[in-house]
């Protein structure tokens, strides 16, 4: 997985009159969970731009103006209702032998058969929630869709691994192919498939006696 590293000064105050001036000079004021402490912080409002602007995931290290470096990865974050702007952030503290939750965006390769025959492919899921150790978790989770015919649906069973756990039912789907309009059967795609090729044994001509 992916790392970004904020700088950041640690925050003495955290009373609401502290974290207004924080906001109005353009800092982000911050929180990071999980550790011995419960670390307060804050850092530009830019910073955070590759972290929270992306639909990539990224751990984050958070380089304080003491010395010291939490490895952390982004937890929760509140946006101001009419500006948009970043208004706070919650971090969870990481280490090399404690599982971590979190939800990782999900990509489809190749090309389905459904879908070449006027399919419809529906997503059901964009991210998947799963548990494991930070320095095995991928930067997102593939699904290979080729052999998905219309009416066929893929489910997190099928894009497993030994590296994670996923946090869904086993029956939950990602994604299915839908018929439309102009969707034509599977079945006809694999007489196509046939033409100009070999002729199949069960039609093969009788030999002349």
């Known amino acids: 997985m992916k790392s970004l590293t904020i700088n ?10 502290a974290t207004k001036a924080l906001r109005n000079a353009g800092q982000v004021p911050c929180v990071i969970y999980g550790g011995d402490t419960v670390v307060h912080f804050a850092a530009p409002e830019i910073a ?3 972290l929270v602007y992306t639909p990539d995931v ?12 939490i490895n952390a990865i982004l937890q929760d974050i509140q946006f101001h209702p009419v500006t ?3 208004l706070h952030i919650d971090f969870i503290e990481i280490f090399d032998d404690k599982p971590i939750t979190i939800s990782l965006p999900f990509k489809t390769t190749g090309n389905s058969k459904g879908v070449r025959n006027g399919g419809v492919l529906r997503f059901n899921l964009r991210r998947i929630t799963v548990k494991g150790l930070a320095s095995k978790l991928p930067d997102l ?3 290979d869709i080729t052999n998905l015919k219309i009416g066929n649906k893929l489910y997190v069973t099928d894009v497993a691994s030994d590296d ?3 946090l869904h039912p086993d029956n939950t789907v990602i994604c299915m192919v839908k018929t439309s309009r102009v969707a ?6 694999e007489e196509e498939e046939t033409e100009g090729g070999e002729t199949p044994a069960a039609e093969a ?3 002349e006696a």
């Open 58 to 69: 990224h751990t984050v290290v958070i380089a304080l103006d003491n010395g010291t470096k």
């Open 141 to 143: 989770i593939e699904g």
């Open 48 to 50: 955070f731009k590759n």
């Open 205 to 207: 001509p009788a030999a």
């Open 8 to 17: 950041a000064s640690q925050r003495e105050s955290v009373g609401k009159k």
């Open 84 to 86: 948009d702007r970043i």
């Open 184 to 189: 034509i059967a599977d079945d006809e795609d």
């Open 164 to 166: 994670f756990t996923i």
